[in-house]
T-cell receptor, first 114, second 114 residues
C-alpha cells in the first residue's frame, strides 16, 4: 500500500544535540511538508519542498533544517538552536502544490527532551 | 490573510445522536476547505474537501460538510455518531493559490459516550 512512513515513532533529545526525523513516501508525490503540532495550537508549517533539491521555509523554520535529495525522502533535523523542540512532528505529501490538492500525512514522531 | 476558527474546542455527544462541528473561515478569494480527523498519536486523515464544485460535500465514514459563502462557514455533520468517531477534528483552509500553506484550525475534540 502507498503511504508515508515516519520514523522513529518516539525520539528523545539531549541538550545540545541535533536529531533527525525520517519521512519517506511511496506515493510518487512531488511536494512534501513538515509540520509541528503542539496541544491546542493546530499544526504549524516548518518547511516544505515542491521538487527535489528545492525547499522553502514555513512559518516556524528557525532551529530546523531539511534536505530533499530524493523525491521520496524529506528528513527533518531539529538542531540544538531549537530551544523548545518538544512536540509532535508530522510529515505530509501531496501530488503537487496547489490549493486543490489534499495533503496526506504520516503517523508522526513525538520528540521529547531528556 | 486567511484564517479559520473552530468554534468549539470540545464537543460531547451520545452514540447514535447527530454530530455538528463548527468552522468559520475568512478568505480574500474562493478558498479550498478541508476537514481532517486525527486519532490519538496518529497522523491526520482527510475526511472531505471543498474545491468550489458542489457546496454540499460528502466524505468518508458518513460525514458531510456544507460550504456557505454568505456565512463563511464550513460545518461538519454526521447524522448518527459512532464510538469510533471519537477523535480530534481539524478544519483547514488553503492559504494561497499555490496551496503551499494550509491554515489549520486549533481543532475540536469529539467525545462519544455510550
Amino acid at each position: 500500500d502507498g503511504g508515508i512512513t515516519q520514523s522513529p515513532k518516539y525520539l528523545f533529545r539531549k541538550e545540545g544535540q541535533n536529531v533527525t526525523l525520517s519521512c519517506e513516501q511511496n506515493l510518487n508525490h512531488d511536494a512534501m511538508y513538515w509540520y509541528r503540532q503542539d496541544p491546542g495550537q493546530g499544526l504549524r508549517l516548518i518547511y516544505y519542498s515542491q521538487i527535489v533539491n528545492d525547499f522553502q521555509k514555513g512559518d516556524i523554520a528557525e532551529g530546523y533544517s531539511v534536505s530533499r535529495e530524493k523525491k521520496e525522502s524529506f528528513p527533518l533535523t531539529v538542531t540544538s538552536a531549537q530551544k523548545n523542540p518538544t512536540a509532535f512532528y508530522l510529515c505530509a505529501s501531496s501530488a503537487q502544490t496547489g490549493r486543490l490538492q489534499p495533503q496526506h500525512f504520516g503517523d508522526g514522531t513525538r520528540l521529547s527532551i531528556l | 490573510a486567511q484564517s479559520v476558527t473552530q468554534l468549539d474546542s470540545h464537543v460531547s455527544v451520545s452514540e447514535g445522536t447527530p454530530v455538528l462541528l463548527r468552522c468559520n473561515y475568512s478568505s480574500s478569494y474562493s478558498p479550498s476547505l478541508f476537514w481532517y480527523v486525527q486519532h490519538p498519536n496518529k497522523g491526520l486523515q482527510l475526511l472531505l474537501k471543498y474545491t468550489s464544485a458542489a457546496t454540499l460535500v460528502k466524505g468518508i465514514n458518513g460525514f458531510e460538510a456544507e460550504f456557505k459563502k454568505s456565512e463563511t462557514s464550513f460545518h461538519l455533520t454526521k447524522p448518527s455518531a459512532h464510538m469510533s468517531d471519537a477523535a480530534e477534528y481539524f478544519c483547514v483552509v488553503s492559504e494561497n493559490q499555490a496551496g503551499t500553506a494550509l491554515i489549520f484550525g486549533k481543532g475540536t475534540t469529539l467525545s462519544v459516550s455510550s
